[in-house]
């Protein structure tokens, strides 16, 4: 078994499930750290170097120093540590199908749960290799282990084989990615990197710079409730209207109806009474100008209903969450440039494509450090359907050995 396929296997059996709070703690959850510490002993084992363990909020800062005098861009290689809170991450019972024959693979015989061809045709693209699977009762915790994963066995190999030269090479783990709180306290100083990748996509080849303009909003509805058999004329049901408010946004842009740069309007969450309900929504798009005219279009419909019902009937509470990352990477195409050129030599084809969702790598690019993103090989995100191709992850590792190496030339 390969080592990144053993780190693997080591760090997914550790729960690191987020979760959704308001009340500011973070890390959401302190298991999260149980990982963060392991990770911070093999560094030490490893013989990296400028270790730091935020002991606080969980991060973990390393060093691998430069091998040359050459001046080379100090480069950084970033992962979080974090699974989504959508579906369990504890007690997580991969399994590796070994040689895949194409066929439907069988998860879960007990409770009848399959990964299916039909469902997931792409899955057909890995016959003859070896393919990590769920057993169908939790997330695999590929996003992002495994990207942690192929970080660290670079890094180890790095360690191991001082002749390599390459300039120096700063490695982070965060927490509380898939909460989108991930970079709030991340120390871009302390990192001190020029430019950096986060090791966070899917499928192999995939390179991304340009990501979602990414809004939430907590729309909370105020009813009135009364016996229904004394309700005419005087009873507001809170989860009608939220049914009716749902109905003025653009049926069309629904995340199931769109895809590549389409951006959308999605209903995440709806709880509630007659008396009370409270919807969460988060809005999309990849051009700033559309993401602002959904925003208005949004906020529109609220003081729609408001005149209709009354002031106060509605409220929102909408707030930008991160934006997309493309105006700070076009600067610096070397990024994209070296990375394609990287999996062209490793006869991988690279996929260039936006990402339909966020990355930490779109806030650091804002904070100053210009940060796109690199495939880990892995599929079907944040389910019981989730799985990672072996020989992926062994060449995600090369890559980043690669894009090293040619930042050295």
């Known amino acids: 078994m390969s080592e990144v396929v053993e780190r693997f296997l080591k760090y997914i059996k550790i729960d690191t499930q987020s979760e959704e709070k308001e009340d500011g703690s973070f890390p959401s959850t302190e298991k999260q750290k149980n990982l963060?510490?392991?990770?911070?002993?093999?560094?030490q084992e490893m013989g990296a170097e400028e270790i730091y363990y935020d002991e606080q909020y969980g991060y973990v800062y390393a060093s691998i120093p430069s091998t040359t005098e050459k001046e080379i861009p100090v480069l950084g290689f970033i992962?979080?540590?974090?699974?989504?809170?959508?579906?369990?991450?504890?007690n997580v019972n991969p399994k590796i199908v070994k040689n895949y024959d194409g066929k439907d693979i069988i998860l879960n015989e007990q409770e009848a749960i399959k990964l299916s061809v039909e469902a997931f045709p792409e899955i057909k693209e890995y016959m003859g290799k070896d393919v990590i699977v769920t057993d169908g009762l939790?997330?695999?915790?590929?996003?992002?282990?495994?990207g942690v994963s192929e970080i660290m066995t670079m890094a180890h190999y790095l360690c191991q084989n001082k002749n390599i030269v390459h300039g120096k090479i700063r490695i982070a783990f965060t927490p509380d990615e898939e909460v989108g709180a991930g970079v709030d306290?991340?120390?871009?100083k302390r990192f001190g990197a020029d430019f950096a990748y986060t090791v966070d996509g899917g499928k192999l080849g995939e390179l991304e710079y340009e990501n979602f303009n990414a809004a939430g909003a907590k729309l909370t509805i105020h009813g009135c409730s009364v016996h229904p058999g004394d309700a005419k004329n005087k009873m507001i049901n809170a989860l009608l209207l939220a049914q009716e408010f749902q109905s003025l946004l653009p049926v069309e842009q629904n995340p199931m109806y769109t895809e590549k740069y389409?951006?959308?309007f999605h209903l995440d969450c709806l709880q509630g009474t007659v008396e009370k309900a409270v919807a969460d929504y988060i809005i999309r798009d990849h051009d700033k100008h559309k993401f602002e005219e959904k925003k208005q279009k949004f906020l529109a419909a609220v003081a729609f209903m408001n005149q209709k019902y009354g002031d106060g009937?509605?409220?929102v509470n909408l707030k930008d969450s991160y934006y997309n990352m493309k105006e700070k990477i076009e600067p610096h195409m070397h990024l994209i440039e070296h990375a394609k050129q990287a999996m062209e030599e490793l006869s991988v084809e690279p996929i260039v494509t936006p990402i339909r969702g966020g990355t930490d790598g779109a806030r650091l690019s804002f904070m100053g450090l210009p940060c796109p993103n690199l495939c880990t090989g892995g599929h079907n995100f944040h389910g019981k359907y989730e799985y990672i191709c072996v020989q992926s992850m062994e060449k995600v590792v090369e890559i980043l050995l690669k894009i090293i190496e040619i930042y050295a030339r």
């Open 36 to 43: 963060a510490l392991l990770l911070k002993k093999e560094l």
């Open 79 to 90: 992962a979080h540590m974090d699974t989504s809170p959508a579906i369990s991450g504890s």
């Open 138 to 146: 939790t997330l695999l915790g590929a996003d992002d282990k495994a």
């Open 185 to 188: 306290y991340f120390d871009v």
């Open 262 to 264: 389409e951006g959308f």
């Open 313 to 315: 009937t509605m409220e």
